[in-house]
């Protein structure tokens, strides 16, 4: 089966799928986005993921062209239309086309695209092995609570990862935690997990949520503060987490060895929960 994508209004393959240059997306990366990943056909937390959008939409005075049920039935309709049973749906609303100019038209209509494609979790070899990372100097805007389809800054910084053949790049600003290219990240200190609040220097992950639940859940002590730099560099354990991630361990930062050098104890208790968790979000859904 070929792809299919959402567009406007129409469902239609995706190499078929085309918006106009004048488009304020194409334009000036002016709209948002959301990635939802489907496990047996099924949206995991895709409430919480159509807030996120609201917060989104919100944070660029963008109306919602549509309602959570309106969304929620076009999404579980894409899903259909693919074979695939792990499924990652893209979503993304734009400000519509308008003659350029930077303040908003008054009356554009918003572009909504959506398209799904396999799910690519994490190999066995990853999970078990770990990754490597890198780090580098946050150096995007003060607004990265949005999920903002300008992603030039993590495209630079993702691209130095993948220079460097590291999976993510760990960023600090000024001297502080705040997430990865892709992923938030997470640090683990003498069994204590500990991670930076949700604020407007990072992307309120949906799987940030779900490990501090799972952590909760296996008793692990945990600390939502400013974490610094140094913190990082000599943790026991750093996990990078992201709705295709889900949780990986973090073996080298800038070369060096984190912790053991293998993935942590901690790591794995929480790793084998959300495997766990998944399943039975699964069942439930059914
Ligand atoms: N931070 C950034 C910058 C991201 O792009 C992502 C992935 N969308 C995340 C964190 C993780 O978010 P989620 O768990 O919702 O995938």
């Given at each position: 089966m070929s792809e299919t994508a959402y567009l406007n209004g129409e469902f239609l393959p995706l190499d078929k799928a085309q918006v106009s240059v004048l488009d304020r997306g194409f334009i000036f990366g002016d709209g948002v986005y959301e990635v939802i990943p489907a496990y047996s056909r099924r949206p995991f937390r895709l409430p919480e993921h159509l807030a996120r959008l609201q917060h989104s939409l919100d944070a660029i005075r963008l109306s919602n062209p549509m309602t959570d049920a309106e969304w929620t039935r076009l999404i579980h309709d894409l899903i259909a239309r693919?074979?695939?049973?792990d499924q990652s749906v893209y979503l993304q609303v734009t400000r519509?086309?308008?003659?350029?100019?930077h303040a908003f038209p008054k009356d554009s209509k918003p572009t909504v695209f959506m398209m799904s494609g396999p799910l690519v979790t994490p190999s066995k070899e990853l999970v078990e092995n770990g990754v490597p990372c890198i780090t580098a100097s946050d150096?995007?805007?003060?607004?990265?609570d949005v999920k903002s389809i300008s992603l030039l800054g993590n495209c630079l910084l993702r691209q130095a990862a993948a220079d460097a053949g590291a999976v993510e790049v760990v960023l600090f600003r000024d001297g502080r935690l705040t997430e990865a290219s892709a992923s938030n990240v997470f640090i683990i200190r003498d069994g204590r997990l500990l991670a930076p609040p949700k604020?407007?220097?990072i992307l309120p992950g949906i799987t940030y949520d779900v490990v501090l639940e799972l952590a909760a859940a296996c008793g692990i002590p945990i600390e939502l503060r400013a974490v610094t730099e140094q913190e990082v560099r000599s943790a026991d354990e750093i996990w990078v987490t992201s709705s295709t991630k889900e949780v990986l361990a973090v073996t080298t930062l800038d070369g060096k060895t984190v912790g053991s050098g293998r993935p942590g104890e901690v790591f794995k208790a929480v790793h084998q929960e959300y495997q766990q968790y998944k399943r039975k979000v699964m069942r439930h859904a059914a």
């Open positions: 693919h074979a695939i049973e519509g086309v308008a003659r350029r100019d150096f995007r805007w003060l607004k990265c604020d407007h220097l």
